[in-house]
Nanobody, 121 residues
Framework: QVHLVESGGGLVQPGGSLRLSCAAQ????????MGWFRQTPGKERDVVAW?????????????GYGGSVSGRFTISPENTGNAVSLQMNNLEAEDTATYYC?????????WGQGIQVTVSS
């Protein structure tokens, strides 16, 4: 089983930036995709960004983004194993949410515990 550890959330003013990180502890079996969803109270989780694995390695050439964040957010692999970062620029109040890291593999989907991002002046 994979344990996902998130870091980097917090409070930021509109127009500011934050960087989230997610590292997988444990070895995923045949990993497929790693990325982020976000959720606000009373709503379903929405996809934010994802990156595919190729031959067991995160592939920065295979990424995707939810429509509301495209052009503002960037997902990147980190240097340490199965880990990704999410650089969030030009943040808006509507980006306020709990952000959840996830990893899809042959064994299914693992989730992180969630990390709060609040955009407010």
């Amino acid at each position: 089983q994979v344990h996902l550890v998130e870091s980097g959330g917090g409070l930021v003013q509109p127009g500011g930036s934050l960087r989230l990180s997610c590292a997988a502890q444990g070895r995923p079996v045949n990993p497929v995709t790693m990325g982020w969803f976000r959720q606000t109270p009373g709503k379903e989780r929405d996809v934010v960004a994802w990156m595919d694995f190729s031959n067991g390695v995160l592939n920065s050439g295979r990424t995707g983004y939810g429509g509301s964040v495209s052009g503002r957010f960037t997902i990147s692999p980190e240097n340490t194993g199965n880990a990704v970062s999410l650089q969030m620029n030009n943040l808006e109040a509507e980006d306020t949410a709990t952000y959840y890291c996830y990893l899809d593999s042959r064994d299914g989907r693992d989730w992180g515990q969630g990390i709060q991002v609040t955009v407010s002046s």
